[in-house]
């Protein structure tokens, strides 16, 4: 059974916490959102995704691969 509180009940710690968290869900929707959109040519997702395909290509970086550890991205 949930248990409703007013705001007004509320401490302004508990009021700030709050707040946060909704700023955070709402953030994570607008980036959840953005990303879920297909890329499309002449965008700036698209350029930023072409410039780091040239970049992996030209080993500038080294690609991610799943499984393998982030520390094995610094490794020469």
């Not at 968290?21 to 698209?46: N, S």
Request: proline content about 3%.
């Amino acid at each position: 059974m949930q248990t409703q509180l007013s705001l007004k009940e509320m401490t302004t710690e508990e009021l700030r916490a709050l707040m946060e968290a909704i700023e955070e869900e709402l953030d994570d929707r607008k980036w959840d959102g953005l990303l879920a959109r297909p890329v499309v040519q002449g965008t700036a997702m698209w350029e930023i995704q072409e410039r780091t395909k040239a970049d992996i290509r030209a080993s500038r970086v080294k690609e991610w691969k799943p499984g393998e550890t982030f520390e094995a991205l610094f490794q020469s």
